[in-house]
């Protein structure tokens, strides 16, 4: 074609998901919470990387921002109190290649949850406190 360069190439998707593509049920957190900037910054990440919403997991334990599965459009896991990140550690050594998201509030990740939390960053990272590794 005249006017365009040879290496010119054009990346065309076989969907493009915009945002309602990543919008569950009604979000009904208290008006001003900052739990709706979360889930609007989720879905506009999952938006801008083109993620497939069946390739995305949102899992969670209880409170408030815990909700996040029921107003993310994507695969969900609504789990016990403190147990979320064991359970997505789970699903991501199962499935590697899904996109799992966690959401937790204070109580459920720094309290009963800490050595979840603790252990997932573990696993994670590869740190081991001993040296043993």
Not at 11 to 26: I, K, L, P, S
Not at 112 to 133: E, M, N, V
Request: charged share 20%; glycine share 14%.
């Amino acid at each position: 074609m005249f006017g365009l360069k040879p290496d010119l190439s054009l990346e065309v998707f076989e969907r493009y998901f915009t945002m309602g593509d990543y919008a569950g049920g009604e979000a009904r957190w208290c008006p001003g919470c900052g739990d709706h900037a979360v889930l609007t910054a989720a879905q506009k990440v999952l938006r801008d990387e083109q993620q497939r919403p069946e390739m995305s997991v949102c899992v969670s334990g209880i409170g408030c921002s815990s909700r996040m599965p029921h107003y993310l459009g994507t695969y969900g896991f609504h789990g016990l109190h403190g147990r979320a990140l064991p359970v997505a550690c789970g699903i991501k050594s199962r499935r590697p290649e899904l996109d799992v998201w966690v959401a937790t509030g204070d109580g459920d990740c720094f309290s009963i949850g800490t050595a979840h939390w603790i252990h997932a960053l573990r696993y994670k990272y590869g740190y081991d406190p001993d040296g043993l590794r």
